[in-house]
């Protein structure tokens, strides 16, 4: 069993991250619309709005890791159930997988990304 108070200073930090994150949303302008209808305007627009789905995720994968450290599940591997190197999870803590795991979602996405370019060679642009 882990103690109660393992993860006080991570917690510390993931609140933080979080507020950082909420900072950061609310100062960021809005997308320009007025201005210039060129298409690299288009291109700007569609940027921003993926950063924003990037912090958006990531806000949420911080309120996730809240959750399990209030629910005393925190520092588990999603994947096989082992504990996360404590280096690790202070290094980046809202992380949901060890690294064994995350090796190997990297690797299979790599594979995919390889079976696609060797069954649909056209596509690759
Ligand atoms: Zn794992």
């Known amino acids: ?4 108070n393992e993860f006080s200073d991570i917690k510390n930090m993931l609140t933080e991250m979080l507020e950082e994150s909420t900072n950061e949303k609310q100062s960021s302008p809005a997308p ?3 201005s210039g209808n060129s298409s690299k305007d288009k291109e ?3 940027m921003d709005f993926s950063i924003k789905e990037i912090m958006d995720d ?7 890791a809240l959750k399990r ?3 005393s599940c925190y520092g588990i591997c999603l994947d096989c159930g082992k ?3 404590r280096e690790r999870l ?3 803590p809202e992380t ?5 795991c995350r090796k190997k979602k990297e690797r299979q996405a790599e594979s995919m990304i390889n079976l696609r370019d060797t069954f649909f060679p056209d596509q690759i642009n």
């Not at 069993?1 to 109660?4: F, H, V």
């Not at 949901?96 to 064994?100: A, E, F, N, V």
């Open 32 to 34: 320009n619309e007025s």
């Open 90 to 92: 202070e290094a980046m």
């Open 58 to 64: 990531r806000e949420i994968q911080i309120r996730d």
């Open 96 to 100: 949901t997988h060890c690294i064994d």
């Open 83 to 85: 504990e996360i190197v």
């Open 44 to 46: 700007q627009i569609d």
């Open 1 to 4: 069993m882990r103690k109660k």
């Open 69 to 71: 450290i209030d629910e």
